[in-house]
């Protein structure tokens, strides 16, 4: 079968958080079929850095260094992404935090942190890219990626917890943690042609975890 489905050639891709992380890996994927990447993150040297390394891989990328959960902000990215004549054609939003903590012990302020970080970022982001995509009269898909248990800085703490990786190892139908990379493949096929009639749905790359629960 033709590869040309997957093609992501002429499109340009926003990744928030792809500075780092599963972000990363997903526009370092998306790069590779083809996508100009957009390079999101709240460090604008670390954003810098990953830009020139994706430039020196060959790739085209531009960097937009701001904070997710800063709307001023991202209505400001969008702005400039105009006047630079940049139209954004897939946005992923990647970017998200985790605060493990007993619920009696979490604080209002620290559960609007997840909440504005993890959920209204990407409304915020989402809104701000379909006003211009339906101007460009785009036919917008909406759809998400549902990931388990993935070998990130995030999770480094739980990966060396013996408790708890032993009880995941025992959940998850392939017995191991996922690797960054292995999102890239549901990520390129949502946002390419091989999936124009695929909206609203989650595709999970658990390792079977949610079909074993």
Do not use: C
């Not at 020196?56 to 702005?79: C, L, M, R």
């Not at 703490?157 to 708890?164: K, Q, S």
């Not at 096929?189 to 074993?212: C, E, R």
């Amino acid at each position: 079968m033709s590869t040309a489905l997957f093609d992501l050639s002429g499109r340009t891709a926003l990744v928030t958080g792809s500075s780092r992380g599963l972000g990363r890996a997903i526009a370092e994927g998306m790069a590779k079929a083809g996508a100009k990447i957009i390079v999101n993150g709240v460090d604008p040297k670390r954003v810098e850095q990953a830009v020139t390394e994706f430039r020196a891989a060959g790739h085209q990328a531009e960097g937009a260094a701001f904070n997710v959960t800063d709307e001023p902000a991202i209505v400001a990215a969008f702005d400039d992404f105009d006047k630079k004549g940049i139209a954004v054609d897939i946005v992923v939003n990647n970017a998200g935090i985790q605060h493990r903590k007993p619920l009696v012990e979490f604080t209002t302020d620290e559960w609007r942190k997840v909440i504005e970080t993890n959920l209204t970022s990407a409304f915020v982001i989402g809104r701000e890219a379909a006003k211009r995509m339906i101007a460009r009269k785009h036919g917008i898909q909406a759809n998400a990626i549902g990931p388990g248990y993935m070998l990130t800085d995030m999770n480094e703490a739980l990966v060396n917890n013996t408790d708890f990786n032993n009880w995941l190892m025992g959940r998850i139908p392939s017995k191991r943690w996922g690797r960054p990379d292995e999102l890239v493949g549901a990520a390129i096929f949502l946002a390419s042609d091989a999936s124009t009639y695929v909206n609203g749905q989650i595709i999970y790359v658990d390792g079977g975890m949610i079909a074993a629960m």
